[in-house]
T-cell receptor
Framework: DAGVIQSPRHEVTEMGQEVTLRCKPISGHDYLFWYRQTMMRGLELLIY????????DSGMPEDRFSAKMPNASFSTLKIQPSEPRDSAVYFCASSSFGQPQHFGDGTRLSIL | AQTVTQSQPEMSVQEAETVTLSCTYD???????LFWYKQPPSRQMILVIRQEAYKQQNATENRFSVNFQKAAKSFSLKISDSQLGDTAMYFCAFMKLAMYSGGGADGLTFGKGTHLIIQP
C-alpha cells in the first residue's frame, strides 16, 4: 500500500515567493494533519482536517499560511509571501478513526 | 493544553544493551493516547508503539515496551537488545480524543526528542 505522499521533497526559494506544499493521504483515511519541524520549536501541529473540513487551525503561525483540502485525496499548504523563518521540514500525516497517524517523508523548505 | 517533556536530550549505549527513554506529560484529559515515534537520519517518522490511557496493561512490540504510569503521568520506552539500526531521534507524543471530531483523533503534541546512539 502506498503511504502518505508529499511533494516536493526539497524546495529552495527566495524570500517573498509563494510556496505550495502538497500531500496525498493514505486512501481511506479521513484525518489529515500538517506539522512543522524546526530545531528551535521541535514538531508542531499547524492544522488538521476531518473529512476534508478544517477542524483546528490554531497552530497556523500567521495569515501568510493557508491550507486547503479540496477532496479526500489531496491537500495543500501554502505560504505567501515566504520568509526565511519559514524554513523547516513540513510533514503531512493521515489517519483513520482511532488509529495512529502515518507520516509522509516531509518537505524540506529553505527560504533564502 | 498538553505538554510533553523528554528530559534526556541524548543517550548512548552499546549494542545489545537495554536502554530506557523517559517521557512525562501534563494533561487534564482522562481519555488519550500516547505514542513513541522514531526519526532516523532519513527524517521519516516511524511509529514505534502506542498506548491507550484506559488500558492498564503496558504495550509491547517485539523489543520495544513501555512503562505507563498514569497517575504519575509517565510513559517511558524500553528498548531491549539494542541494535545499530535503533540509532535515531525518539519522540514521545500525546493525543487527546477530540470531542469535536467524534472522539476519533486530534493533533499530536510532541516532546523535544531524545537522540539515541547505539555504539557497535
Amino acid at each position: 500500500d502506498a503511504g502518505v505522499i508529499q511533494s516536493p521533497r526539497h524546495e529552495v526559494t527566495e524570500m517573498g515567493q509563494e510556496v505550495t506544499l502538497r500531500c496525498k493521504p493514505i486512501s481511506g483515511h479521513d484525518y489529515l494533519f500538517w506539522y512543522r519541524q524546526t530545531m528551535m520549536r521541535g514538531l508542531e501541529l499547524l492544522i488538521y482536517f476531518n473529512n476534508n473540513v478544517p477542524i483546528d487551525d490554531s497552530g497556523m503561525p500567521e495569515d501568510r499560511f493557508s491550507a486547503k483540502m479540496p477532496n479526500a485525496s489531496f491537500s495543500t499548504l501554502k505560504i505567501q509571501p515566504s520568509e526565511p523563518r519559514d524554513s523547516a521540514v513540513y510533514f503531512c500525516a493521515s489517519s483513520s478513526f482511532g488509529q495512529p497517524q502515518h507520516f509522509g517523508d516531509g518537505t524540506r523548505l529553505s527560504i533564502l | 493544553a498538553q505538554t510533553v517533556t523528554q528530559s534526556q536530550p541524548e543517550m548512548s549505549v552499546q549494542e545489545a544493551e537495554t536502554v530506557t527513554l523517559s517521557c512525562t506529560y501534563d494533561t487534564s484529559e482522562s481519555n488519550y493516547y500516547l505514542f513513541w515515534y522514531k526519526q532516523p537520519p532519513s527524517r521519516q517518522m516511524i511509529l514505534v508503539i502506542r498506548q491507550e490511557a484506559y488500558k492498564q496493561q503496558n504495550a509491547t512490540e517485539n523489543r520495544f515496551s513501555v512503562n505507563f504510569q498514569k497517575a504519575a503521568k509517565s510513559f517511558s520506552l524500553k528498548i531491549s537488545d539494542s541494535q545499530l539500526g535503533d540509532t535515531a531521534m525518539y519522540f514521545c507524543a500525546f493525543m487527546k480524543l477530540a470531542m469535536y471530531s467524534g472522539g476519533g483523533a486530534d493533533g499530536l503534541t510532541f516532546g523535544k526528542g531524545t537522540h539515541l546512539i547505539i555504539q557497535p
